[in-house]
């Protein structure tokens, strides 16, 4: 208990510190990137691809704090949750290319949520992210949209690292990580986002073979 309230109001500093930082940040970062694109013909492509996915990382980490300070209650409204990720796959194109990793969609071409597009973005940037870094050596990454039973279902399935049963058990808990760089807050995000739009999480993981992420979101009655 003792812990978990530390935690509490570490996230709570931590929140209103980030997404300070963020706004901040968002800025220049975003003028940085518009200026590199200027001047794409007059970069050195190897340099032009490295710096351009290191500022999409940047927006990343940045967009994953600004959600800290988010209020609780979304708005919802009725989306396409795979046109949602459609807007999301650009920012991935770059380092997916870079690290050997192939990323496929397939499934129903529409699927209709009530929701809040931006806090689902937060999600597939969450997850995806994960993925990603779960294929250092490169692989698959696998998006299936489904309709089952008036439920809608996101799958993302990669055959990347897996994680230990410690791992699973934790994944979620706020600033649980395993990576020497990460902040263990993708997670907790994700869990909050899904349990705000009364949607449900399932995670299975093996190491050596890679995970299955499943979000699984209430119809609109349609
Ligand atoms: P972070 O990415 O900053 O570590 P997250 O909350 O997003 O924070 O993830 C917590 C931990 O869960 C990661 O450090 C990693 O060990 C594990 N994890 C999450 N997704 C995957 C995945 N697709 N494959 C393997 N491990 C994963």
């Known amino acids: 208990t003792e812990e978990l309230l530390r935690n509490t109001e570490k996230l709570v500093v931590a929140g209103q510190l980030a997404v300070g930082i963020a706004h901040e940040v968002r800025n220049p970062l975003t003028t940085v990137k518009g200026l590199l694109q200027y001047s794409k013909s007059?970069?050195?492509?190897?340099?032009?691809?490295?710096?351009?996915?290191?500022?999409?990382?940047?927006?990343?980490?940045?967009?994953?704090?600004?959600?800290?300070?988010?209020?609780?209650?979304?708005?919802?409204r009725p989306i396409d949750a795979r046109a949602v990720l459609r807007e999301l796959l650009a920012i991935f194109d770059t380092q997916a290319s870079r690290n050997g990793v192939e990323i496929a969609t397939t499934g129903v071409d529409e699927l209709p949520l009530s929701g809040d597009p931006n806090q689902l973005k937060q999600v597939y940037l969450n997850v995806l992210k994960n993925a990603m870094d779960a294929l250092p050596f490169g692989g698959r990454i696998d998006i299936r949209f489904e309709t089952s039973g008036g439920e809608r279902r996101i799958r993302f399935a990669d055959d990347g690292k897996?994680?230990?049963?410690?791992?699973?058990?934790?994944?979620?808990?706020?600033?649980f990580t395993t990576k020497p760089d990460g902040n263990g807050l993708g997670m907790m995000i994700v869990k909050r986002i899904v349990a705000s739009h009364g949607g449900r999480l399932s995670i299975e993981s093996e190491v050596g073979r890679g995970t299955v992420v499943e979000l699984a979101f209430p119809g609109d009655g349609s």
């Not at 050195?44 to 600004?66: G, H, K, Q, T, W």
């Not at 897996?162 to 600033?175: A, N, V, Y």
């Open 42 to 76: 007059r970069a050195e492509p190897a340099y032009y691809d490295l710096i351009m996915s290191e500022l999409d990382r940047m927006n990343l980490i940045v967009s994953e704090f600004m959600i800290l300070g988010k209020p609780e209650a979304p708005s919802h």
């Open 162 to 175: 897996g994680m230990s049963e410690e791992t699973l058990r934790r994944i979620g808990d706020p600033f």
